[in-house]
């Protein structure tokens, strides 16, 4: 609710009360004080009303471990302070020069009339706070309460997206079965009039399960494999071109017991097949992979090929940043150097 609109309501509920008990008053005693003293002791009355509902109960109760204690002692001190202050307009209306304490001392009616009027006006700000209070309460189970039936959404159609997700999964398990099955007996077949081909089927076949297998899940697999994927790799390109390619793979360091995410290194050598240029001696293609310490070097360098029958655009090299940056987050580096006829792509691991 906008502020505006809270205090025009306030206004109005002062004005409709104080209204009433002028006319209430005037139609039994009649008005006898001028109308700058009703003003005073009305807007004293309402900051006696707003003062202990804003200042001492919201302290009592919201920064104190006892609050009723706590609240009850400042509220006697209150119509204390309240009292004497009233009795001081009282004098100074009346135009005496004496303390009023002194001068009111022996006179009970007026004692007793102050302090049931500040009684009264205590009692009406209590139930206000308390009605304010139980309306914020309930504002804020209210909230509570969307913010866990949104919880609970959101986890349900989570649930629902991972058995969706999961049921696909398990149906597109037939097709790379009757993939493989299908190659296994096109390998057979072949072979007896190819041996060159029906090497090429089965390095792809194995390029293939592995991919599948290591794409499960999120974990790593041992280097040496992804490694004997790569050379799987570009021992199938050099199968299944017609011209000679020069791919030159060098390993260095300790590689055997270093656990990487897999494909990633499989999908940039990928990369420099489709778009490098591959079948000259002069420019052979460079893929270096070296181990030094708690870091892996990965470079691949190869001459841009004109005229590739595969389209640009980089989804392969995004996806691999994407999956580093959620499984080695701070512990990467990828650069990518696109130049007019080179294009060379390095990655950092720091293990």
């Known amino acids: 609710m906008k502020r505006r609109v809270v205090v025009f309501r306030h206004i109005l509920v002062w004005l409709i009360y104080i209204g009433y008990e002028m006319s209430l008053i005037q139609i039994t005693v009649g008005l006898s004080n001028s109308a700058h003293r009703y003003i005073v002791f009305y807007l004293l009355n309402i900051g006696l009303f707003y003062f202990n509902a804003h200042v001492i109960l919201d302290f009592a109760f919201f920064k104190t471990r006892r609050p009723y204690l706590i609240s009850c002692g400042l509220i006697a001190i209150e119509i204390v302070v309240y009292l004497f202050i009233k009795l001081e307009l009282d004098r100074l209306f009346s135009g005496s020069q004496n303390l009023s304490l002194v001068l009111n001392l022996a006179n009970e009616k007026l004692w007793l009339t102050n302090i049931w009027r500040e009684i009264f006006f205590i009692g009406f700000s209590i139930a206000y706070w308390s009605m304010l209070y139980m309306v914020r309460f309930k504002e804020r189970n209210h909230v509570m309460e969307r913010e866990q039936l949104k919880s609970i959404a959101e986890k349900l159609e989570l649930e629902n997206k991972y058995i969706s997700a999961e049921n696909a999964y398990l149906q597109n398990q037939i097709s790379p079965h009757l993939l493989f099955n299908s190659l296994s007996f096109i390998h057979n077949a072949v072979r007896r009039l190819s041996d060159r081909a029906g090497k090429g089927v089965m390095l792809l076949s194995d390029i293939m399960r592995y991919s599948l297998v290591s794409s499960e899940d999120n974990r790593t697999v041992l280097l040496t494999q992804e490694v004997e994927q790569i050379e799987k790799l570009i021992e199938l390109s050099k199968l299944r071109s017609e011209e000679e390619l020069f791919i030159k793979f060098r390993k260095k360091g300790k590689l055997a017991e270093i656990r990487v995410l897999p ?9 420099l097949i489709k778009h490098g240029e591959l079948a000259e001696a002069a420019y052979p293609a460079s893929v270096r992979l070296e181990q030094k310490d ?32 959620n499984f080695y987050p701070d512990k990467f580096t990828l650069d990518i150097e696109d130049k007019d006829d080179l294009f060379s792509v390095t990655l950092i691991l720091h293990l």
């Open 294 to 325: 708690n870091t892996l070097v990965f470079i691949t360098k190869n001459k841009k090929r004109t005229g590739s029958p595969y389209p640009k655009g980089g989804l392969g090299l995004k996806n691999i940043e994407k999956r580093l940056v």
């Open 263 to 271: 494909l990633i290194l499989i999908t940039l050598l990928e990369n």
